[in-house]
Structures are given as structure tokens and as C-alpha cells.
């Protein structure tokens, strides 16, 4: 155990006494915290920005640009509130309705930024795509969001959406961040923001009105859309304050990209939200450049993925000599297991330990935590967010039992808090199956023990974790099963010393095709065309046939037991054919 010693609470953390606070605690508190809207209204945007104008500190720095080439760029509150002001004039301007959905798809450049906000200041729903989608995931997104505006840059737009624009009826604008000239059904970002004013009257919204739409994955089907409402900010302020102990003039660096979850709930709106300073660095990884931005900017607060973390282990000490990180006040995880060596890595190496977070895109903000006033159990996920109830349940018809301390079963929250998703896109059947009884269950398997923290096992579904990034197998055994060699192709997710687990696929060949090294990379390069770097497949390996149920459905799990040398489990459904081929 780390046991937290009087040191640590210098300077006093704003959640000081954990059990006071989650015995007293109550949602209308937190929500008084926020400035509101004069109406009863509520708007994530103007609890981000706006807020901090109106009490004066319009001149602090809301948002610090570290390009890739070495560019720097400050943006102060009353800058980025006039910016997104701006944006939300010109999708009013665009015709752009409070409900239509905006989608951005680019790096982590100063637009997405204005974009994000203006489009919840405009009553929009502002719905990020990573810019390391290929033109598939980014396609189904398009169509399921039926966004009617995306931002994004020429190079992107050429690689993966102007081949499909013709699938896509509801996009109507296309706006172009690096580009000047204006054509049909596409125009440029700079030029729109330029035509119109600083001026514009206080948002609207209400507190259950639509507000963020993240895409997450689950193990069959499309993409399901979380949608999140604008009183999602009350707990993203609260887990900002409370959970990374962020205050007013805090530097803050959050490592995710804003297309997915955590790049937006903590790399956009909770930091703002707590007057920090948000630090954005547009580079992907580089361990000597990540300690130089730790140290040179006086971070003080870090919020990183495992994945980071390892290979921060791996590059070893030396990159982290000469460097003072002496402003770091409080480091935290989320993604994926935080293994313990890494949380006791960080207190040998860093100084401080690294505290392990869990949430999910349905839950909108951090649930479980470790706090920086509460002893750490090193791989422990930590404990419950005051208002938040969590346990370990088994699901029955009807309901479900909540089990023992020590027992393993699915995790599972007490409905009610404000950041909860309050569905799937069009897809109301599958929201309905995350609910019974009361409570949400989040297809995570875990333990809680007598002290009441939570710990990891597994997930419940065959969904891949890779790098931090959820991927739902079927979206890439879709792509494989399109090249006319592939019969059949099943994902798994297969254990990895960095990123956790890497996407690898089976692939059993119509006949006429034989296997080999020249197929293998025809199909990895096929599928990472299509599907992009970040979901595609890093290994395949071919197999005469998969393993699937009677009713035909590939048995994921029975191939990742066969990888990893595992006891094949309950073959009970199996079909009977496959099973002597597992056997041999
Ligand atoms: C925020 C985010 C959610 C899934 C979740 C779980 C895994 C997240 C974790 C963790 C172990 C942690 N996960 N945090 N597993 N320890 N601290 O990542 O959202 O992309 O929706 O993924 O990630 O399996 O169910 P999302």
C-alpha cells in the first residue's frame, strides 16, 4: 500500500476527507457550483469559458498550443470565449439547428477547440472523430451521426471523405481549417469565423438538452453514438476538482486526443471548467519531448493512459535526466489496467505515484478513483466518486444480486448521475440491455474488497483495448471479410507487453487461395487503408476455419484461449465440427 503521509496534502487537496464527503454528499451541491444560465439553464461551453470571463479572469490562459514543429500558441478565456462566439454565429449563419450534429476529424489542432465549444455554445452536438479513423470507421460515423457539418483539413478530407461525400446526404458543410477559398459544399473555417462577430447573446440550453455524441464500440454491430446532455458538466467540474485536484491557474496536461472520451471530458471541458490552464501538445509520443513538456511548462497536474506509462518505463531514466519536474503536483491514469509496477514506477522515478482512474464513454466522467488524499492500493482501480454508488453484481432476470466483497462479477453504478449517457443513437434496444434494477452495467468484470476498492479483471464482451483505444471487433472483421480472398475473419485482442492488447485477426481464405507471408501483408495493408492505424489489425494468422456456435457466431473467446495456451472453458454451444479442430 502507498500510504499518503501529511507531505502530500501540501498544498491542501480539495478532496481532504473522502468519507466525509461521500456521506454528505449531494448533486444539487455540485450543481450550485456551476454558474448556470439565467433561466435555469445549463451549457458546457459557457461553464468552460464564458464562466470565467464574466468573474474577470478573461486574461488568464485557457488553452496553451504546442505544435509539432515547435509553434506555440496562448489563448486566454476571453479569446477562445470570442472564438467560439464566432463559431456558433456561423453555424447559425449555416442554417445549423440546436440538435444537429457537428463532427470534427482532425489533430489536435486549435480549431477543434473552438469548434468543440462554439458548437455547445450554438445548442449543437458536437461529435469528434479520431484523425487516425481511415475512411470506413470515419464513413460509418458520418452517416450514423447524420451530421450536417464537419471540420476538417484538406489533407483529411481528401484521404478519407471526399471519396464517400455522395453516401452522405446530411453533410451539407464541409469546413476546411488550412483552407481559403470557398466551393460548393465546402468552405473555409478561418473565413467563415472572420465574417462574423464577437457578439452574441448567452447560450440557451437546458440541462437535459444533447450536448456531446462519442462513438464507442461494442462486440457486434455498428458503432453505438453515446449521447451526453449539457448537465454532463457538473460532474466533469466536480471529478476535475475532486479527482485531479485541478484549481484556477493550474497547468494541466491531459495526453488523450479529443477523439475519444477522456480527450474531451478531461482534455477539453473539466480543466476549463476548473479555470485551469489546458497544456495541448499536437505530437504523438516521444518520451524526451513529453519530459520536456513536463518540466518546461510546470505542469502540475498529468493525466495519462498505461500505454504511455510503459513505454515511459521502457525508455528508462535516462530521458528524464536533467529535467525538473519538481511542478508536478498530481499524476493519474485511466484506459486500461494500470499495472502496479507502474503506479510504484512512478513514485521511484517521478516522485510521486501515478493514480489509477476508471470511467467509460457511457459514464461520461470518472466514477472510480484514487485520490490524491487517500492511500493507494497499487493495481487497484480505487474507490466510488462521493454520489456515486458502485458494486459488483451478477445479472438475473429482472434485476440483479449484488455479491460479496471478494467476488467476482460484473461492475455496476446506481442510475441518476448527470454525466450518464442517456442513450445510443437510434438504437434504443441496446441501451435498454446496459440497465436492470436500477443500476447500470457496464460490461467491465471486477472485485471489490472489504475496503471498498475496486479491482480489474476483464471485460465480459469480446471488445479490444488497444493503447487506451476501444475496438469493436466486428468493425474490423467487416473490412477483412470485403477482399475477395477472405471467407471468414475473427479479432481478438492479444495480450501486449505496451499497449495492452494489439487487434489480431484469423483469417480462414476461400478456396483457390493459399496462405502465405505475401497474402498476410496484402490483407494487414488492406485493412489498415481502410480502417486506419489505430484500429487496424497488427497481426493475422491463418486458419483453416474459426471456431462459431451452432447459430454461427465465431467464438471470439474460444480463439483467444486457443492463443494464449488457456483451458478452452464451456464448448457447450460450440458446433460440432470446429471442436475437433480445436482439439488437434
Ligand atoms: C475512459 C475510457 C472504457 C473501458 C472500460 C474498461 C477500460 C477504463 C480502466 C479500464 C481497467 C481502468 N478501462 N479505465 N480498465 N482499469 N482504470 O477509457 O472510456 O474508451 O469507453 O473505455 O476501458 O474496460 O469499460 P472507453
Redesign the pocket.
Known amino acids: 500500500m502507498i500510504h499518503k503521509t501529511l507531505n502530500d496534502r501540501e498544498p491542501v487537496p480539495n478532496l481532504t476527507d473522502y468519507a466525509t464527503m461521500q456521506a454528505s454528499f449531494s448533486w444539487d451541491a455540485a450543481r450550485a457550483e456551476c454558474a448556470g444560465l439565467s433561466d435555469g439553464g445549463l451549457n458546457i461551453a459557457f461553464e468552460a469559458v464564458d464562466r470565467w470571463v464574466a468573474a474577470g479572469r478573461g486574461e488568464a490562459i485557457a488553452l496553451r498550443w504546442l505544435g509539432k514543429n515547435g509553434e506555440r500558441r496562448d489563448f486566454s478565456y476571453a479569446e477562445l470565449a470570442r472564438l467560439s462566439d464566432r463559431f456558433a454565429n456561423g453555424l447559425q449563419r449555416l442554417g445549423i439547428n440546436p440538435g444537429d450534429r457537428v463532427c470534427i476529424l482532425a489533430g489536435r489542432i486549435p480549431e477543434l477547440y473552438i469548434t468543440a465549444l462554439g458548437t455547445l455554445k450554438a445548442g449543437a452536438v458536437f461529435c469528434p472523430l479520431f484523425s487516425a479513423f481511415g475512411p470506413e470507421p470515419v464513413r460509418v460515423r458520418l452517416v450514423k451521426s447524420r451530421a450536417r457539418v464537419l471540420v476538417t483539413t484538406t489533407l483529411l478530407y481528401r484521404r478519407k471523405v471526399r471519396e464517400q461525400r455522395s453516401d452522405l446526404p446530411h453533410l451539407e458543410q464541409v469546413l476546411l481549417t488550412d483552407s481559403d477559398s470557398d466551393e460548393p459544399g465546402i468552405r473555409s473555417f478561418h473565413t467563415l469565423l472572420e465574417a462574423e462577430t464577437d457578439h452574441r447573446p448567452p447560450p440557451r440550453t437546458q440541462p437535459e438538452d444533447w450536448a456531446l455524441l462519442?462513438f464507442?464500440s461494442g462486440t457486434t454491430g455498428t458503432p453505438k453514438g453515446a449521447i451526453h446532455v449539457h448537465q454532463a458538466v457538473i460532474a466533469h467540474r466536480l471529478t476535475g476538482c475532486w479527482v485531479l485536484d485541478l484549481r484556477p491557474g493550474d497547468i494541466y496536461w491531459c495526453t488523450a486526443d479529443p477523439g475519444?472520451?477522456?480527450g474531451v471530458?478531461y482534455g477539453i471541458i473539466a480543466p476549463l471548467a476548473n479555470g485551469a490552464t489546458l497544456v495541448v501538445d499536437e505530437a504523438e509520443f516521444d518520451a524526451r519531448r513529453w519530459y520536456a513538456i513536463l518540466d518546461r511548462e510546470r505542469v502540475n497536474v498529468w493525466y495519462t493512459a498505461?500505454t504511455a506509462i510503459r513505454m515511459l518505463m521502457k525508455v528508462g531514466a535516462e530521458a528524464l535526466h536533467g529535467h525538473d519536474l519538481g511542478a508536478l503536483r498530481f499524476m493519474a491514469?485511466?484506459?486500461?489496467?494500470?499495472n502496479p509496477e507502474a503506479v510504484t514506477w512512478g513514485l521511484a522515478t517521478l516522485g510521486r505515484p501515478f493514480h489509477?482512474?476508471?470511467?467509460?464513454?457511457?459514464?461520461g466522467a470518472i466514477m472510480?478513483a484514487n485520490y490524491r488524499a487517500v492511500d493507494i492500493w497499487p493495481g487497484s482501480?480505487g474507490q466510488p466518486l462521493p454520489g456515486i454508488e458502485a458494486a459488483i453484481v451478477q445479472r438475473r432476470s429482472g434485476g440483479v444480486d449484488r455479491l460479496p466483497p471478494g467476488e467476482e462479477g460484473e461492475l455496476a453504478l446506481r442510475m441518476g448521475w448527470p454525466s450518464m449517457f442517456r442513450g445510443y443513437l437510434e438504437d434504443e434496444e441496446r441501451y435498454r440491455q446496459c440497465f436492470a434494477g436500477g443500476w447500470y452495467l457496464?460490461?467491465?468484470l471486477a472485485t471489490c474488497d472489504a475496503n471498498g476498492y475496486f479491482w480489474?479483471v476483464g471485460?465480459n464482451d469480446d471488445?479490444i483495448?488497444t493503447s487506451?483505444?476501444?475496438i469493436g471487433p466486428f468493425e474490423v472483421e467487416n473490412v477483412l471479410m470485403e477482399h475477395p480472398a477472405v471467407a471468414e475473419a475473427g479479432m481478438i485482442g492479444k495480450p501486449d507487453e505496451f499497449a495492452g492488447e494489439i487487434v489480431k485477426a484469423f483469417v480462414a481464405l476461400k478456396t483457390g487461395y493459399e496462405p502465405g507471408d505475401a497474402l498476410r501483408k496484402e490483407l494487414l495493408g488492406f485493412a489498415r487503408t481502410r480502417l486506419g492505424p489505430a484500429v487496424a489489425p497488427r497481426e493475422l494468422e491463418f486458419v483453416a476455419d474459426l471456431p462459431k456456435t451452432r447459430s454461427g457466431k465465431i467464438m471470439r473467446r474460444l480463439l483467444r484461449a486457443r492463443e494464449l495456451g488457456l483451458p478452452l472453458g464451456d464448448v457447450s454451444t460450440l458446433e460440432g465440427e470446429h471442436l475437433k479442430d480445436s482439439d488437434a
Open positions: 462519442h464507442t475519444w472520451v477522456t471530458s498505461p491514469s485511466v484506459g486500461e489496467p494500470l489509477d482512474t476508471w470511467w467509460q464513454t457511457e459514464t472510480i482501480m457496464s460490461g467491465d480489474f471485460r471488445v483495448k487506451g483505444h476501444l
